[in-house]
């Protein structure tokens, strides 16, 4: 490979350089100077430019061999449009993934796709997440994989309810009625998702797609659900639920908004004890009051206890201005005096643990008492260091309940409204308003009230709604999560996370959450398939129940719960097998499955039966408590183990200044308005390649920014990405790399070392995309454009590409590696801009018409580019190209002479194989240096001319792995030619002014 000279170094090169056609492999590089490469520096303008009419030039401009394509520099409105949509249809993106099912692949890639809420119009978040994936999918069938994604939408649920009966409500609606409505609102949002969904190029079966309203989806969530409740971990109890007066339901953690400005009217209220503990009594205090502090002020009635911390200290103090004795935290007493605006003296202190046996009377109800009761929950961060603990309306008072066997009654209805229970007073008032009014106007009246203020604080809201929720016991199903909890942590071990800090969320959240409520009091979900005993209200639920139900629903649909009689809904055959009574002993239940249930069963109908196990789950930031925990907890329940191999968690698309998108502020960003153009100048029509390089460029693993500025800029780079295909595509017209490429070891040095860079280059870009990584894709191809081709290769190679002869070796091997270039290239973007790659594809040459890019594979790259001794060849020539550069800046290469001095040295070896004659004007170093003429010499010449420009350098060689280590100085003087311009290539390497140059002459004269 190199042309050495007969020495020790050049037979260990040529050992290397037959070696590498065995093992292909590479000399590691440590240089000196790697980054630079000459690359950014501009070689000036002088070579290869089209021949000007005026000196004779214009006799020979039909000679130059110019780019020529069809394929045009840039697209914009309607025809930018109607092109991706020409595109889509003459390249099968409707049959893509159908074709890519059918054909047989070694491995399979299973994405599993999260089910958008088809409850409204498709929106940034959606397009964020759909190409995210599809840009994946298509990177992992264009590199031979079988790809497993199937779409899908969660149908079911409040919202679609509420949007489908508008005005209507459900007052005088059957649920078959409100089901029929709910179902047809919920078709039409899938059909507008989905048009936009194929619009944006997102690969899928558009035919087959689940829907969680579909039979045989609900048969197979059933399935779940009764594999759960066999091995326990469904259980039905009366026991405190989040509850949502505005829609009359129990709520999930996750249908949750904690709305950190809501505003109490927060109390502190006097329990007088009764009975003092004896350790206080001991003391001979008396007339002793519990201090007490609550921002649900409407709870009080309920009360059935007072809570304390048993390791904390407790004071009863004086009030200096009315000289009441309360008893409060001692490290609370601090703030509680300045609260109340007096001083507090300490008569006598306790520990938590001496408060046991204090008994306390109710403030507002007579003859009603409630113990002094230890608990873990108590904490000193607020308030008084003693807590009211109503277990009806306390997630952590009930514990207490049920730890005391305290009453768990419940004075307040589904409405939010005070009951019978709460006494006359009280009835039928809302809770949250005029009910509130009412407890603190009692308190007041019995001298109860010590203290009201206003509370900020963070607060519960049902999602759906926007108003605040209540905590009210009611008879609901449960999972309990408590038991899966330690299980679920261990199959998240062996789940990759990316980023890896969403681990810490996915945690929390599971810690959090000791139960999961999943029955909701709605029409518009999959019912819960049990029956009530008439007279005892006793479930019956087993695993023939629910077998039967779920084989009705995958045949009729969940319609049938409410269609059928509930004979055939719970035949003899049935009750014989669960030992039951006869049929008309039962009712069917009113309550449908929570649809966190519903799409966190996905796995179980949508995954195959052999390997029911993705990939990958890819979704936001919000999942982390809803999908992807619903999904790891019936799967781990089910089956012991997670339903993904990893999860990618995005963030969400804000506005342009980071700030979260909403109608009022004028900021939402409508993806349609983006492709086809909306009202306002600021927004022209895009295309959806534009709107997949915005997601494929953002940081997805944190706020992702849309608007004009970020949108302009992905169009401006996609314009510029157009410009690099445009010229290859032009210089590679006509040339058939089946029949004209030219074998690597029979190119130019340089063309060869573009194959080795690009080989570099595909590993990184396989490398990105394996990671969910598509924005350093696009960095490692910009870099690439930029570094690598315009300001390197192609600045060098075009006086070759457009002056030498057609069919000459020099030309066909630099054509050879711009069509790998342009295949490479256009193949790495494809999965980001689909419609631009394939619309390359349709311009380049080497394929039948008919073929598509998506139909053809990966980036090819071979081992036998990688050529020892090559790298250090080229790259020494390019740090002496620096030198000389740097020489004469500003001026134009061109018109200079160039002599190199090194010492007989590897060095000098090297440039040797680039130029075998001691001065040439054509050699492939004179093309690299881009100047008239180069003299590569032992030494620089004692008759070097007073103009001459010197200077000096070195060049670190590091061959194998630094077996071979060499740092090799050089010099040159740059000196300017005496040639002059030849009139057709318009380099400095004629005799004359109005005489060819020797090349152009042959070229010429062959042509004729």
């Not at 759960?228 to 989040?242: A, E």
């Not at 000459?808 to 490479?824: A, H, K, N």
């Not at 054509?922 to 008239?932: F, G, H, I, K, R």
């Not at 010449?941 to 000096?952: C, I, W």
Request: net charge negative; charged share 25%; hydrophobic share 35%.
């Amino acid at each position: 490979m190199l042309l050495c000279r007969v020495s020790a170094v050049s037979q260990t090169l040529a050992r290397w350089g037959r070696r590498s056609h065995r093992e292909g492999g590479l000399l590691h590089r440590a240089l000196s100077y790697s980054s630079s490469r000459c690359h950014g520096v501009s070689p000036g303008e002088g070579n290869a430019q089209p021949a000007e009419a005026g000196n004779g030039q214009g006799l020979y401009r039909d000679t130059v061999l110019l780019p020529r394509t069809e394929f045009p520099m840039k697209l914009t409105g309607q025809k930018l449009l109607d092109r991706e949509i020409q595109i889509q249809q003459e390249c099968g993106f409707a049959e893509l993934y159908s074709w890519q099912r059918e054909r047989k692949a070694k491995k399979e890639f299973c994405l599993h796709d999260g089910p958008p809420y088809a409850n409204g119009d498709p929106h940034v978040g959606h397009a964020l997440n759909k190409i995210l994936k599809d840009i994946r999918n298509r990177f992992e069938m264009l590199r031979g994989r079988q790809v497993h994604y199937i779409p899908g939408w969660d149908c079911h649920g409040l919202p679609i309810e509420l949007k489908a009966l508008g005005d209507l409500g459900t007052s005088g609606l059957t649920p078959l009625q409100i089901r029929k409505k709910a179902r047809e609102f919920a078709e039409g949002a899938i059909a507008r998702q989905r048009a936009a969904f194929q619009r944006w190029g997102v690969m899928a079966d558009w035919d087959q797609c689940y829907y969680t309203y579909d039979g045989a989806y609900e048969a197979a969530q059933l399935k779940v659900f009764q594999e759960m409740h066999n091995k326990g971990f469904v259980y039905q109890d009366y026991k405190p639920v989040f509850w949502s007066p505005s829609s009359r339901t129990a709520l999930a953690e996750a249908e949750l908004e904690y709305n950190p400005e809501h505003v109490s009217r927060a109390i502190y209220a006097t329990f007088p004890l009764s009975t003092l503990p004896p350790e206080i009594a001991s003391k001979g205090l008396e007339g002793v009051s519990v201090l007490v502090w609550t921002t649900q002020p409407w709870t009080i009635p309920a009360n059935q206890a007072v809570c304390y911390m048993p390791n904390a200290q407790y004071s009863v103090v004086k009030r200096a201005d009315n000289s009441q004795l309360l008893l409060v935290a001692t490290e609370r007493t601090a703030s509680m005096a300045a609260l109340l605006g007096t001083e507090l003296e300490s008569v006598g202190t306790f520990t938590g643990s001496q408060l046991e046996g204090g008994i306390c009377k109710h403030p507002t109800i007579p003859d009603k008492e409630v113990q002094l009761l230890p608990a873990n929950h108590v904490t000193m961060a607020k308030g008084t260091g003693l807590v009211h603990t109503a277990p009806a309306h306390g997630m952590d008072d009930y514990s207490v309940a049920s730890q005391f066997k305290l009453s768990v009654e419940c004075m307040v209805d589904e409405d939010g409204k005070f009951t019978e229970l709460a006494g006359p007073e009280l009835q039928n008032l809302s809770v949250m308003s005029e009910g509130t009014d009412k407890v603190i106007s009692m308190l007041k009246e019995c001298g109860a009230l010590v203290k009201e203020e206003q509370c900020v604080h963070s607060y519960p809201y049902d999602w759906r709604t926007k108003q605040p929720v209540v905590i009210r016991p009611s008879k609901q199903w449960f999972i309990n999560t408590a038991s899966l909890k330690d299980k679920a942590k261990e199959a998240l071990q062996k789940v990759r996370i990316l980023p890896e800090s969403a681990r810490a969320g996915l945690l929390a959240m599971l810690d959090k959450r000791t139960y999961w409520c999943i029955s909701r009091q709605r029409s518009w979900g999959v019912p819960i398939p049990v029956f009530y005993h008439k007279e005892t209200g006793e479930a019956l639920l087993n695993k023939h129940t629910v077998s039967h139900i779920a084989n009705l629903f995958k045949e009729k649909g969940s319609d049938c719960w409410w269609e059928l009689p509930i004979e055939t809904l719970l035949p003899n055959e049935v009750l014989k097998k669960s030992k039951a009574g006869p049929v008309t002993d039962y009712v069917r239940g009113e309550d449908v499955l929570d649809i966190w249930f519903d799409s966190g069963a996905s796995w179980a109908a949508v995954l195959e039966e052999s390997e029911p196990r993705a990939d990958a789950y890819v979704e936001g930031k919000d999942q982390i408590g809803g999908w992807f925990q619903s999904s790891l907890l019936t799967s781990v329940a089910a089956r012991n183990k997670a339903p993904y191999k990893s999860l990618v968690v995005h963030g969400f698309a804000v506005g342009e200044k980071g700030e979260k998108m909403s109608k009022s502020l004028g900021n939402v960003v409508d993806p349609d308005e983006v492709i086809n153009g909306g009202k306002d100048p600021s927004m022209p029509a895009y295309g959806a390649d534009v709107l997949r390089w915005w997601v494929a460029e953002s940081n997805v693993f944190s706020e992702v920014q849309i608007g004009p500025t970020v949108l302009n800029s992905a169009r401006d780079s996609i314009n510029k990405l157009r410009n690099t295909l445009k010229f290859l595509l032009g210089n590679v017209q006509g040339f058939d790399p089946r029949v004209q490429a030219v074998d690597p070891k029979e190119m130019h040095y340089i063309d060869q070392y573009m194959l080795h860079l690009l080989r570099e280059y595909s590993i990184k870009v396989t490398d990105a995309y394996t990671e969910f990584d598509a924005g350093r894709a696009i960095r490692v191809l910009q870099a690439f454009i930029t570094r690598d081709l315009s300001s390197f290769y192609f600045s060098i190679i075009k006086d070759r590409l457009y002056c030498d002869a057609e069919d000459s070796l020099g030309r066909r091997s630099c054509q050879t590696v711009l069509e790998e270039i342009l295949d490479g290239v256009t193949r790495s973007i494809a999965p980001v801009l689909p419609h631009l790659a394939e619309e390359v594809y349709l311009h380049a040459p080497g394929h039948d018409k008919g073929e598509t890019l998506f139909k053809s594979g990966w980036v090819k790259s071979s081992s036998v580019w990688r050529r020892p001794g090559l790298e250090e060849a080229v790259e020494g020539a390019c740090a002496i190209r620096d030198s000389f550069l740097s020489s004469i800046p500003g001026k134009n290469a061109a018109q200079y002479d160039l002599t190199i001095a090194i010492e007989p040295c590897l060095l000098f070896e090297l440039m040797e194989s680039l130029q075998e004659e001691p001065s040439s004007t054509s050699s492939q170093l004179a093309e690299l240096m881009m100047v008239a003429r180069v003299n590569l010499t032992g030494q620089l010449p004692r008759d070097l001319p007073p103009d001459a420009v010197l200077s000096h350098g070195t060049f670190l060689i590091n061959l194998e792995g630094g077996v071979i280590r060499e740092d090799s100085a050089y010099s040159i003087a740059v000196v300017p030619t005496s040639a002059a311009r030849c009139p057709r290539c318009r380099r400095y390497t004629a005799e004359s002014a109005d005489c060819l140059c020797p090349r152009c002459q042959t070229v010429i004269s062959q042509a004729h």
